[in-house]
């Protein structure tokens, strides 16, 4: 079984998080935060 990878991405503009397990994506999210 391949392993569960998940990446969290914080800037100043949005947070984005990526979960991956192998080559697949498996989520993807984009939220934008407030000004």
């Given at each position: 079984?391949?392993?569960k990878?998940?990446?969290l991405y914080?800037?100043?503009t949005s947070?984005?998080?990526l979960?991956?397990?192998g080559n697949?994506?498996?989520k993807?999210?984009?939220v934008p935060?407030?000004?």
């Amino acid at each position: 079984m391949a392993k569960k990878i998940v990446t969290l991405y914080v800037d100043d503009t949005s947070i984005r998080l990526l979960v991956t397990q192998g080559n697949r994506v498996r989520k993807w999210a984009d939220v934008p935060l407030e000004p």
